[in-house]
């Protein structure tokens, strides 16, 4: 009996002792976790710190700054000197709103995108004419609401006109002025248009047409450019000459902008056009 007993306390303290070197070596592994988790979410730490700083280093500054080249007198250097201004946006009030002139630049380049992706192509399709804007005396209407397109065949489509006759003549010309080389014959109240087949010289037309499209829209910028530049300066009271000068460089510096993106993408459709792509 003895013996047993002293059997069963050698195989308990045994127990014991590996319970307690497993608990250990547990832990032991929470700890060296707890230490490799601290670790990553330091180096994350490091990571997102570097990353907003580069984020804020590439932020643009929200004052605009303008440098404006001003002739001197006499013979230093040449005779040309750099004067910089820098306005905020609440120095330029009364003077410009630089968001409407930024949206008024941009409209005039979104429209002449939306021409080139949709009248100006090789293949000329009837959703090209649905949204056409046609110039009316009582304002701008899509054909679809002046008369209806039909697909006579895969080489002519008919515009009947019936609803609105007096409309025909300014239908014709949106046609004609469309970009989509295409010429309408007049039949009653109705409009045929012949789809050209996509030649080398169809395609040359095209490109030629973007060409005219992109030219109007240079027009319309620079319109928009005088509009603001005789209201800048008529805004003289309360405003130095130099304040004046400085926010009509900041909308032509604007225009300039956009008049560069004008001619990018005329560049890449007609390389598109005439089979550069």
């Known amino acids: 009996m003895a013996l047993c007993i002293r059997s069963s306390n050698v195989l308990c303290n045994s127990l014991l002792l590996q319970l307690m070197r497993?608990?250990?070596?547990?832990?032991?592994?929470?700890r060296q976790?707890?230490?490799?988790?601290?670790?990553?979410?330091?180096?994350?730490?490091?990571?997102?710190?570097?990353k907003i700083q580069l984020t804020r280093n590439t932020l643009p500054s929200l004052t605009w700054s303008i440098v404006r080249a001003y002739s001197k007198k006499g013979k230093d250097k040449g005779g040309k000197?750099?004067?910089?201004?820098?306005?905020?946006?609440?120095?330029?009030?009364?003077?410009?709103n630089m968001e409407k002139v930024n949206e008024e630049f941009n409209h005039?380049?979104?429209?002449?995108?939306?021409?080139?992706?949709?009248?100006?192509t090789l293949r000329t399709s009837i959703g090209a004419f649905d949204n056409l804007v046609v110039k009316t005396p009582e304002g701008n209407f899509p054909l679809i609401q002046l008369g209806q397109v039909l697909q006579k065949s895969p080489q002519l489509l008919t515009i009947d006109l019936a609803t609105s006759p007096q409309y025909i003549t300014n239908v014709k010309e949106a046609l004609m002025g469309s970009g989509m080389n295409i010429n309408p014959q007049q039949d009653g109240?109705?409009?045929?248009?012949?789809?050209p087949k996509v030649t080398r010289e169809h395609r040359e037309n095209l490109s030629k047409n973007a060409k005219a499209?992109?030219?109007?829209?240079?027009?319309?910028?620079?319109?928009?450019?005088?509009?603001?530049?005789?209201?800048i300066k008529s805004s003289k009271e309360g405003h130095s000459v130099d304040d004046l000068q400085a926010a009509e460089d900041k909308v032509q510096e604007m225009m300039h902008q956009v008049l560069h993106k004008v001619e990018e993408i005329t560049a890449a459709k007609q390389q598109e056009l005439l089979g550069g792509k």
């Open 22 to 30: 497993a608990t250990s070596i547990q832990s032991c592994l929470v």
């Open 33 to 50: 976790h707890c230490l490799f988790t601290a670790d990553a979410n330091r180096t994350e730490s490091i990571h997102l710190k570097r």
């Open 81 to 96: 000197g750099h004067k910089k201004i820098d306005l905020a946006p609440e120095q330029l009030e009364g003077l410009v």
């Open 108 to 120: 005039v380049l979104e429209d002449l995108h939306e021409k080139f992706i949709h009248q100006v």
């Open 189 to 195: 109240t109705s409009l045929f248009v012949p789809i």
């Open 213 to 231: 499209l992109s030219e109007k829209s240079k027009k319309q910028l620079r319109d928009i450019f005088s509009k603001y530049s005789k209201k």
